[in-house]
């Protein structure tokens, strides 16, 4: 399966067909329709998170504000439930208050539905955030999925039935069996080795994928013979009593013994991974001691044959994945080999290295897929960082996601995680003078004052004692954002100055992007004729290094600078300009502050209805960020109020409070910016509009969301995989889609039901 983040939640699109469970579906449907929580129950294996998926799936009607679907198999921190929950709904983790109120606020008066899966190992802790979210939201459904019930006040409970035998059981091993090898059929000579297959495997539909995935090289009757000798040795000889979860495991045991000694090795290795992980993570991870780097993708094709490794789509990048029963029985053999901590090192080592060399490179080109990847990698950055060991490895790791952190949506998270590695390492290493730095600004993004000024103290300290210039140059810096935030102008100026210079000596011109725009907004707060060219050279340093996050907040500073001289025409350009590159950023703050000054420049035109939706929109950014503009000086402040006044005097309270409430419904950062510059698309509109895609881009469409891939589909259709590579970037073009789980979920979507 892969994420497809849309306007209305994160369901995943299944890249295989869904079998059977109409009935089950049915039932779901109809107990959501009246109980506020259901758990679906059942052994390991029996479908519960796939079913859930698809009951949330076409229930998206009955959910307008959203769907989301929370996995919580990589989570092992209880406290991190919530913060899981707020990654998987786009909720920023950005401000100092508690990351449920943060949940709460978001979904005060929506009625969505919030899928919690694999809650097993996090029984309390859900229990906990599903009674706080349902209380405080009265419009919210909660279907969560786990072996053991959460036991809260009005919870209702379904045990998820295995496939019944022959008739959904058999279709699914039709189904997963025809992919692996196109030739097979179920006939009336081997409709009884078929059943008996389905029947010894309890039903159970990981089991029969399993089983299905070695029918590409032994016959039916040849996968039934060593499983009944299998389950017999595990029974001692009593086919009914043996329990559905030993069944499971017998499989299991049973496929990993089919494989060679280096894909076993292989798969006890990729369970250090969290949540998937891509190619060069595999390679770099799990070489070594048995596997040659060169044999590692034919290895993982393998696995995928067997059904052990799935492909998957995360940010737009091909990665892999391990369902989590698969996973855990890959981590207790890894345990069992006495390579575990070996394992868990170079993983840390490998995202330590990732980490850094991003924030290393930052003021270049690259930076969008930079941020994509690393939240692919979330779960792995958190494990990374939970593994322990070397406290001075953690605080590396912690300073180096400085960017994740702060221009990624993570401020919250990482305020935590800082705070924690410089608790536990309190040595005057580098590693500490940078972390103090770095928790220092994220303290200042959220608007504690306080907390920054302790943390900046103690890195220029060490800074001064290792003699470590560019931890110098980033204190004096955010110094001189906290001169300017609290409004004293007259120091920030100078600071800012200093900074400029010490960056440029440290690290070149294109550090020096860091402070160059807010220095120009500082010179503009204080009618400084050179803010302007302050800006413009922020704005080239950036462009000649293919910098763009630093080049948008030129653009904001330039576009600020111009409207408070009263060329309103060249701010609105400048800023427009800086919202398209914003675009490609998750950066709440960024974007709230550029809505803000895109709002001042709208009224002062006149457009007073736009302009209070545009502070809607900025609102809802600054809701979820968990500050205000306050927290930015308050000249901001002024300006905002002014804003408002003008806007309030033009249409009145009440039609200015249903504008801002139109405003606010756009409530990310992209949505925002697609509004604010008028690129924003209506998803039913699109739906319902003619397709421009031809019968053979449709019929490619199809397949895709059948979860083929290309090399199948072009079998499929008598077709070069060349070809079918062009149908694909065809639709995506037409469609306007970066993704085939965007397509997948496209032509889902628009089809008449199929099952």
Known sequence: MTSLISETGNLPVAFTSFVGRQRDIAEVRRVLGSARLLTLTGVGGVGK???????????????????????????????????????????????????????????????????????????????????????????????ATSR???????????????????DEAVELLRDRATAVRPEFRITDGNWDWVTRLCTALDGLPLAIELAASRLRTLSVEQAVDRLEDR??????????????????????????????????????RLSVFAGGFGLDA???????????????????????????????????????????????????RLAESGEEQRLLGRHRAFFLALAERIADGWYGPGQEESLARLRAEHSNLLAALDHGGNSQTTLALAAALRFHWCAGGFLGEGRRRLAGALAAAPEPTRARAQALWVAAWVALLQGDHAAAEPWLAEADELGERLTDPLVLAYVTGLRAGLAVFQGRMDEGV????????????????????????????????????????????????????????GRAHALWALGYDAWVRGDRESGMALIRAGLGIERGFNDHLGAALMLELLAWITASNGEYERAARLLGAARSLWRDLGTSLSAFGPLMVEYHARCAESVVGALGTAAYERELA????????????????????????????????TRREREVAALVAKGMSNRQIAASLVLSPRTVDGHIENIRAKLGFGSRAQIAGWWAANQPPTQ
């Open 49 to 143: 998170t796939r079913l859930a998926i698809e009951a949330a799936a076409v229930s998206r009607k009955a959910f307008p504000d959203g769907t989301w679907l929370v996995d919580l198999a990589p989570v092992r921190d209880p406290s991190a439930v919530a913060v899981a929950a707020a990654t998987a709904m786009g909720v920023p983790d950005l401000g100092a208050r508690p990351v449920l109120d943060q949940l709460a606020g978001h979904l005060a008066g929506r009625r969505a539905l919030i899928v919690l899966d694999n809650c097993e190992h996090l029984v309390d802790a859900c229990a906990q955030l599903s009674d706080a979210l349902l209380s405080g939201t009265p419009e919210l459904r909660i279907l």
């Open 148 to 166: 053991q019930t959460l036991g809260i006040a009005g919870e209702h409970v379904l045990t998820v039935p295995p496939l019944s035998v022959p």
């Open 231 to 268: 389950f017999t040795l595990l029974t001692g000889g009593s086919r009914t009593a043996r329990p559905r979860q030993r069944t499971l495991r017998a499989l299991i045991d049973w496929s990993y013994e089919l494989c060679t000694p280096a894909e076993r090795l292989l798969w006890r």
């Open 282 to 332: 595999a390679e770099e991870v799990c070489s070594g001691g048995g596997i040659v780097r060169q044999e590692v993708l034919d290895l993982l094709d393998r696995l995928v044959a067997q059904s052990v490794v799935l492909t998957t789509e995360q940010e737009g990048l091909p990665r892999y994945r391990m369902l989590e029963t698969i996973r855990q029985y890959g981590g207790a």
């Open 494 to 549: 100078p600071l800012y100055e200093r900074a400029v210079t010490a960056h440029t000596a440290a690290e070149g011109a294109a550090g020096s992007v860091f402070v160059l725009f807010q220095l120009a907004i500082a010179q503009t707060h204080l009618g400084d004729p050179g803010a302007a060219e302050t800006g413009r050279r922020a704005f080239a340093v950036a462009e000649a290094h293919g910098e763009r996050w």
């Open 662 to 693: 139109h405003g606010g419904g756009h409530d990310t950062p992209g949505r925002a910016i697609d509004y604010a510059l008028g690129t924003g698309t209506d998803p039913a509109a699109q739906a319902t509009a003619p397709s421009s895609l």
